[in-house]
């Protein structure tokens, strides 16, 4: 039971309660340690709670993942999908060790986020760590944690950019006709703390990773969906509001382009891989809201995840990683984020300094 000197390919994401009860928990888990204020917690759960306290993160991920399972039996790989989170059930620490007790002794890890930056990548790695560290913790003597190699940043993969392109076509092809040929191709992703990004690479080569992937991967996307002028903003800011994140927001720019005279909108959530929390309540509810509010057209691109070149996708990152396919990348910004047993990819990558508190000095 072995592909290229692996055994196991692990899923790793970010996880989201399934039930009402889940939400309080998995937002403390979120924010431990973080300089998220509580009004901001009692707001979030209330989106949470509008679709039931149930994110629709994890189903995505399992169906992912069975499609992931299709398309590796297809390139006759034999390596059996886990699935592990840093926030909530299934968590990593748990997950590693089921791989463990499965006797899974080196797997690839498949990371949900397609960047750099801390939250997006070094982050990943830190969640690699802890959950091997759990493991030789809990276990017997005769049982190691299995080695664990991440996959590197897709932002940049012609599958992930196609699949974005025929969202973007599907979208201008939802807005009524006269919209259409004239509607504003805006791109969004999740804002971070501008210290986060000018900290996100490695620091000799300016740091701005994270930002720098999301426009290059809406220049890609755009080209391939055959439009010239684009926006890329940014979404669900979290933090003090005396700390200054990525912007502008999605909302406030959709302000700006009514007073500029824009009539419509379509909006790709390139920062996403599927329609979790943030897609479906701060772009699908709110900005289309603030749209409908300021009587432009709106249309919200698909996310990639459950269209069939995503699970491709996964599969060609994982025959890479075994020698079996050459990278195949389109942008000119870095793909980092590979490396063993959640060490950083370089010494100093994506380092973010974090103000200690009151309550922990
Ligand atoms: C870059 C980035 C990605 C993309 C890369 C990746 O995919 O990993 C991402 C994804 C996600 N973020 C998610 C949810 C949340 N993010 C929060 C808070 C934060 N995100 C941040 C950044 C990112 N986040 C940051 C800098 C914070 C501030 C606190 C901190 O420094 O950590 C909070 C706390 C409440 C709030 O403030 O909103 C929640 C609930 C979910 C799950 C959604 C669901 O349940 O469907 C997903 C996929
Ligand atoms: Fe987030």
């Given at each position: 039971m072995s592909s290229g000197g692996f055994d196991a390919l692990l899923l790793l994401s970010f996880g989201g309660p399934e039930k009402p009860s889940d939400v309080r928990p998995f937002l403390e888990n979120v924010t431990r340690g973080r300089n998220v204020p509580s009004a901001r917690l009692d707001e979030v759960e209330q989106h949470y709670l509008h679709f039931g306290g149930v994110s629709p993160i994890n189903k995505l991920n399992r169906q992912i993942i069975a499609a992931v399972q299709k398309e590796l039996a297809a390139a006759g790989l034999d390596l059996p999908v886990y699935f592990g989170n840093r926030n909530w059930h299934p968590l990593a620490e748990d997950t590693v060790e089921e791989m463990a007790d499965a006797g899974v002794d080196r797997a690839l890890v498949f990371p949900t986020s397609a960047w750099g930056g801390y939250s997006g990548c070094r982050q990943y790695h830190e969640d690699i760590a802890r959950a091997r560290a759990s493991v030789a913790e809990n276990g017997n003597e005769a049982r190691n944690a299995p080695e664990l190699v991440k996959l590197r940043h897709y932002y940049d993969h012609p599958l992930l950019v196609d699949a974005f392109a025929d969202a973007i076509r599907r979208a201008r092809d939802e807005l009524p006709p006269p919209l259409r040929s004239g509607a504003r191709l805006v791109f969004t992703a999740h804002s971070i703390p501008v210290a986060a990004d000018e900290s996100a690479?490695?620091?000799?080569?300016?740091?701005?990773l994270y930002s720098r992937q999301v426009r290059e991967a809406a220049r890609l996307c755009a080209e391939a969906s055959g439009v010239d002028d684009y926006d890329v903003v940014w979404q669900s800011r979290s933090g003090p509001a005396h700390i200054p994140w990525l912007e502008p927001d999605i909302c406030d720019h959709l302000e700006s382009l009514s007073e500029a005279g824009e009539k419509a909108v379509i909006v790709?959530?390139?920062?996403?891989?599927?329609?979790?929390l943030e897609v479906v309540w701060d772009l699908d509810t709110e900005a289309k809201e603030k749209a409908a509010e300021l009587g432009m057209g709106f249309a919200r691109a698909a996310t990639p995840g459950t269209d069939p070149r995503f699970a491709k996708l996964v599969v060609e990152l994982v025959r890479e990683a075994i020698g079996l396919a050459v990278p195949r990348r389109l942008g000119a910004e870095p793909s980092r984020g590979t490396a063993v047993n959640g060490s950083p990819c370089l010494p100093g990558c994506c380092q973010v300094r974090r103000r200690v508190s009151a309550t922990q000095a």
């Open positions: 690479g490695v620091p000799s080569e300016g740091g701005h790709c959530p390139v920062g996403f891989v599927s329609d979790h």
